[in-house]
């Protein structure tokens, strides 16, 4: 069983940045690929980036590459958004996820663990 908690939303003007943070418990952190997804109002949730256990891997959705960081810290069982340049588009609730096995998962339901998610708003 693994429990994320996601923190460091907010109200934020575009232009500006964000960083989330994601703090696991539970199974090893190390051996979880985890991922961020996002949900805006009356849409479907998304993926956002993914980073491999070791954090050797990441990979992002077009729409926020170059723009976003995703990175982790093994050692104290945290995962981090790092939001650049936020456009009004990216408003919307961040979650973290959690999974094992492969690296390269993109979609939601291949993930089994998921946080309560945190309240990103961009205004002009």
């Known amino acids: 069983q693994v429990q994320l908690v996601e923190s460091g939303g907010g109200l934020v003007q575009a232009g500006e940045s964000l960083r989330l943070s994601c703090a696991a418990s539970?199974?090893?952190?190390?051996?979880?690929?985890m991922g961020w997804f996002r949900q805006a109002p009356g849409k479907e949730r998304v993926f956002v980036a993914h980073?491999?256990?070791?954090?050797?891997?990441?990979y992002y959705a077009d729409s926020v590459k170059g723009r976003f960081t995703i990175s982790r810290d093994n050692a104290k069982n945290t995962v981090y958004l790092q939001m650049n340049r936020l456009k009004l588009e990216d408003t919307a609730v961040y979650y973290c996820?959690?999974?094992?096995?492969?690296?390269?998962?993109?979609?939601?339901?291949?993930?089994?663990?998921w946080g309560q998610g945190t309240q990103v708003t961009v205004s002009s």
């Open positions: 996820a959690a999974r094992t096995g492969r690296w390269g998962a993109t979609a939601t339901w291949e993930y089994a663990y």
């Open positions: 539970g199974r090893t952190f190390s051996n979880n690929v």
């Open positions: 980073i491999s256990g070791s954090g050797s891997q990441t």
